[in-house]
């Protein structure tokens, strides 16, 4: 909240961008940290410290303007996709689900995650690259999966 950082949809968590308030040309370099915004038509969320530098805390939303800022942003490094099909706790039902992919998809396979209090069996299946992914991603909804589709960096 007190930090200079943002939300957008689709740039990649670390990069800098300068907002520019076009009501009043007041700049903010903020670090995008999150996801969103998910309302309407709008294009970034910017924490209550950034908000307040460009002068937004009392209307709230204000046209601007984004510029990434390359130079200081991290170069994007994808080490892969893959399109997720299921998530459970119970490992038995991770593996029915892998059994049942498996006939009809290739590399399928469980991906652990372990939280302090529960560990999830995140089944999924590789892809080569961002297109097979999307491809991977309607045929396994058109069979009847809600799916995720990841990016690993």
Do not use: C
């Amino acid at each position: 909240m007190y930090d200079m950082t943002a939300a957008h949809r689709t740039l990649p968590f670390g990069t800098y961008v300068m907002v520019t308030n076009l009501e009043n040309g007041r700049t903010a370099t903020v670090r995008i940290n999150d996801r969103g915004p998910f309302v309407g038509d709008r294009i970034i969320d910017l924490s209550y410290a950034a908000a307040r530098v460009l002068g937004m805390i009392g209307p709230g939303t204000v046209p601007v303007r984004l510029e990434v800022l390359r130079d200081i942003s991290p170069a994007p490094v994808s080490r892969g996709w893959s399109v997720q099909a299921g998530s459970f706790i119970s490992k038995d039902n991770a593996s029915n689900l892998v059994r049942k992919l498996k006939g009809n998809y290739e590399g399928v396979y469980i991906a652990l995650f372990k939280t302090s209090t529960q560990v999830y069996y995140r089944v999924r299946l590789k892809a080569s690259d961002g297109d097979a992914a999307r491809k991977l991603a309607q045929r396994l909804f058109a069979d009847g999966y809600a799916v995720i589709i990841l990016e690993e960096r």
